[in-house]
Each structure stands twice: as C-alpha cells, then as structure tokens.
C-alpha cells in the first residue's frame, strides 16, 4: 500500500468493526448531533440508527424509499426518496417535498445528497436497474436548490452520477461517476453556481459510490474498497494515499462520533466503523 503521509495512522493497521449483519443493501449513513449513525436498509425501506454503546435499531419505515441522506446546520433531515423519485427535508414541522420535477419531468430516482452550510443543497439523479424502465429524463442529471428553493441543473450526463459531497471549505463540489469509474469536480462560488468541471480521480477498482471528505479535503470513494485520495483541491492533489480494506463491497460512507474521527461505512448486508485519526470535514 502507498505511504499514507496526510493521514493520521498507518492504514495498515487500522480495526475494521462490524456493527450489523444481514441487511438487504445499506445505504445513506448520516451522523446525528443526538449521538447516533442512521441509514438505511434500502430495499425494505426501513430506516435504521447505530448508537454507540447500545447497538443496532430500526427506527421506522422509509416511505417513499430512502437512499442518500444527510442533515443541515438546523438539524433538518434531507433525503433521497427514490420510489417516490423524489427529495424531502423533514423538520419539527413536519415533511415537505424540496424537489420533484424539473422542467415539467419527473426525476429518474435522486440517490445522494449534501447541503452546504449556507442552506445550498446539491443531489444527484441516476437510475439504476427497473428504475430505468420509468425515465422521463433523457440525462443523469447533478441538481442544485438554492437556500430560497430554486431548482437548477448542476450537468446533464450521459453517465450515471452517484456519490456526493463537498470539499471542507465549501467551495468544490465532487460527483463520482459509477459507469466512467471516476469521480469529477466543480467550483462553487459564493451564490452556490457550478462551474470548471473537470475529472480529479480516475480508473477507480470497482464502481464508485459514496464519497466524504475529512478535514485536510482528503477524499473518500466507496467503490471496490474505501479509497482515499490526497485533497484534489490542492494542485497536484488526487494522489492514492491508501484503502480500507472490507469483506464486502462499500456503498457510502460518514464521519461520526463527538469528535468526527471515526468513519462509518454501510456495505451490501452490514455497516463497518474504524477510527481514523482524522476528523471529517463538517458536510452541513
């Protein structure tokens, strides 16, 4: 493995822990300020939580279908409902539909999400498998809604786009390709607007799914394994610094606990937690 020189600790030597086991496909882990990891098991639409020290729970149904989930800086709930081909935002007042159509079509199934800490939300429109069958769409559409609700088209891509997140700064925006094995990159400017984009890591092993950042702008990829890339930010960034390395394929991934140094990672049947030494970068 390649030195790991902007991280913490040696990843070969790093504890990989199983937290649950025969889940169906996990999916959009988020940490929660009230002290836990929740995601989903996608497909049985049921949302579950993690709480360290008391264990794996299910919370409730996901209706509508939940696979990308993350959390504001006002502790409101985003996510991807893909059957309802749809995205939420769930406060104390309940539930209401941030984005379901765009230029009179219905999304072809929203699937991961990130909202900048200025209310600037960013999400992404594949489809993969049946859902296919139901486009209205003749793209993959990046999609941004601006903290007073308007609804623009980030790109249209011939290629699926899939994992989502922000550099810690706020000012990159990066998109992994599942069908290109890649992941892009696109400058944000002030009013959230998109723009440059450009390929920062390609020939990804695996197809890539989830992405996070931690606080150095260092870049994580589920994909065959979790890989982690030197902040492409930085000129000359995107270097491979290393894997975590699972028995299973990686579907997404999120920095949790109090200090934000432990990474929590679904996979097909189960989510994973090792300590990094690193914190992630704060995604809302």
Request: charged residues 25%; hydrophobic residues 35%.
């Amino acid at each position: 493995m390649p030195g790991s020189v902007a991280l913490a600790q040696n990843l070969d030597h790093i504890e990989v822990q199983r937290l649950a086991k025969d889940l169906h496909y996990a999916d959009g882990p988020v940490w929660s300020w009230d002290g836990y990891m929740l995601y989903s098991d996608v497909p049985v639409d049921r949302l579950r939580k993690f709480v360290p020290g008391t264990g794996d729970v299910e919370v409730g149904p996901a209706s509508g279908g939940s696979s990308g989930q993350t959390y504001d800086k006002d502790g409101r709930l985003y996510r991807c409902e893909f059957r309802q081909r749809r995205v939420t935002r769930t406060g104390k007042g309940g539930t209401e539909v941030l984005a379901a159509k765009f230029e009179g079509k219905r999304f072809n199934a929203p699937n991961d999400i990130v909202v900048r800490r200025d209310g600037h939300v960013y999400f992404t429109d594949p489809a993969f498998g049946s859902q296919q069958d139901e486009r209205e769409m003749d793209y993959y559409g990046i999609f941004h809604v601006t903290p007073k609700g308007e609804l623009e088209a980030v790109a249209k891509w011939k290629t699926r786009p899939n994992g989502i997140t922000l550099s810690p700064n706020g000012r990159t925006l990066y998109v992994s390709d599942s069908d290109a094995r890649l992941v892009r990159a696109y400058d944000l400017d002030g009013k959230g607007t998109a723009a440059n984009e450009r390929v920062v890591v390609e020939k990804i092993a695996g197809v890539p799914d989830g992405l996070r950042t931690d606080e150095r702008g260092n870049l994580y990829v589920a994909a065959r394994s979790v890989f982690i890339y030197a902040n492409p930010a930085e000129r000359g960034g995107g270097k491979f610094l290393g894997e975590v390395d699972l028995a299973e394929r990686p579907t997404n991934l999120a920095f949790g606990d109090p200090d934000m140094e432990t990474l929590y990672i679904t996979t097909r049947t189960g989510v994973f937690r090792t300590r990094l030494g690193v914190k992630g970068a704060l995604q809302y």
